[in-house]
């Protein structure tokens, strides 16, 4: 061997080393904190159902979260979209208070009965322990880049329990149509040990049954390209009504704690005036429902509009989960229009609305796979891509670049 052929051997070596211990680092960290997290979640989901009086607590714990914000946490307000500027623009590092803000934010939100998720809190705690990083091992700014991507991916694939999801999810989500390969190794081993240490902790994940799948026929196909049109079209309207509520209240009412206030007052209304509960929180009692039964075709609608007015107003937690939400419902409503099982097109849309809003078509199909199995691949792949196809360049992230224009854009 060559002192040249050494001396790459041994970069290379040096490299993996480096990453393997940086990403597992990254891994421990934001595993942790998504395990504690959905530990949290699921005491304040239980509480709140146990309590239903606690919905009239909602407009003063949205005061709460906004004015604690507006103190204290004006830095990390933009949260996701922050993480992905400092991507793609390293600047500086990501304020550590990110993650207790978020986590007791959304909470909170949780407890007194928002209609938020749960992904942009593990992906923003995750971030922001990984870029702690930096100030430990004096990181540069390329590799500061790949330490945040590590974080999103192991809080995605922790509070979710789809390691190859989230690892490719780090790595679509920058930009439209491009994805940066030079992330890949740090991701995927950030994402799988997150994933286990969260298991090691005692997580359990929701199971979603979808039983025999279709043999894929013609008819079968073209239905799931059809879906994947309403599938996009669903995420584009939740994307652009989110971001649209959210801009005409900042115009609108100047004074921020009270943006979440009035949103709790709308929301905690019509849930106890219309017995609007099933629209309120993660909504998994519900999702699960659409795998095995007939659901009201309006189902879809009504999750779309109180998580639009929860996030909207300034409520933390995420879109994720009620995009999975929305797509299951509207994929059960279409099941018999389209003449395919409602345990198939629910769990299609699950992943197909949530690729149009956040033009992640490639981890949507993944996590289709990890979450219902592989036989499912094929139909989530036909309808994620229409989805992402059809959802024009609107995103439920702000910051999200336009690497390549989608077919028919302008």
Not at 73 to 95: F, S, T
Not at 116 to 130: D, F, K, N, S
Not at 336 to 351: K, N, Q, T
Not at 363 to 370: C, F, G, I, K, W
């Amino acid at each position: 061997m060559n002192p040249r052929s050494r001396f790459v051997n041994a970069a290379l070596l040096s490299h993996l080393c480096k990453w393997t211990v940086l990403a597992m680092g990254v891994a421990v960290l934001a595993g942790s904190a998504s395990a504690f997290f959905l530990f949290a979640l699921d005491w304040a989901t239980r509480t709140r159902e146990a309590n239903r009086w606690l919905l009239w607590g909602l407009p003063f714990a949205g005061f709460a979260v906004g004015w604690v914000y507006l103190k204290i946490g004006r830095q990390v307000e933009a949260g996701n979209n922050l993480l992905i500027d400092e991507i793609h623009d390293p600047k500086k590092v990501v304020p550590l208070c990110m993650a207790p803000l978020v986590l007791a934010a959304t909470v909170i939100s949780h407890l007194f009965g928002a209609s938020v998720g749960r992904e942009g809190t593990a992906v923003q705690m995750g971030g922001a322990l990984a870029d702690q990083l930096t100030h430990l091992f004096k990181l540069k700014h390329e590799d500061r880049r790949l330490v945040l991507m590590a974080g999103i991916s192991a809080g995605f694939a922790s509070v979710f329990g789809t390691p190859l999801a989230g690892a490719v999810f780090a790595l679509e989500v920058l930009a439209t149509g491009r994805m940066r390969y030079e992330a890949l190794l740090s991701c995927v081993i950030a994402a799988v040990v997150a994933d286990q240490v969260g298991l090691w902790w005692g997580v359990q994940h929701t199971a979603y049954v979808v039983g025999q799948v279709s043999q894929i026929t013609p008819w079968v196909l073209l239905a799931m390209v059809l879906a994947g049109v309403a599938f996009g079209l669903a995420g584009r309207t939740f994307a652009v009504a989110t971001h649209a509520l959210s801009g005409w209240m900042k115009q609108r009412v100047a004074y921020a704690p009270l943006r979440p206030m009035l949103g709790g007052v709308v929301v905690a209304s019509a849930v106890l005036l219309f017995g609007a509960d099933r629209y309120i929180g993660l909504g998994i009692p519900v999702m699960l429902e659409a795998f095995t039964q007939p659901l009201p075709a309006t189902d879809f609608v009504g999750k779309m509009a109180f998580t639009i007015a929860s996030l909207g107003t300034g409520f933390k937690g995420g879109e994720v989960t009620p995009l999975f939400y929305i797509g299951a419902t509207l994929g059960n409503a279409l099941a018999p229009v389209l003449h395919l099982p409602f345990a198939l097109l629910a769990a299609v849309g699950f992943v197909a609305v949530f690729a149009g809003a956040a033009n992640t078509p490639l981890a949507s199909t993944l996590m289709a796979m990890e979450l219902f199995g592989v036989e499912v691949g094929v139909f989530a792949a036909l309808a994620c891509t229409t989805s992402y196809w059809c959802s024009g360049h609107a995103g439920i992230y702000r910051a999200q670049h336009q690497g390549h224009a989608k077919p028919f854009e302008n």
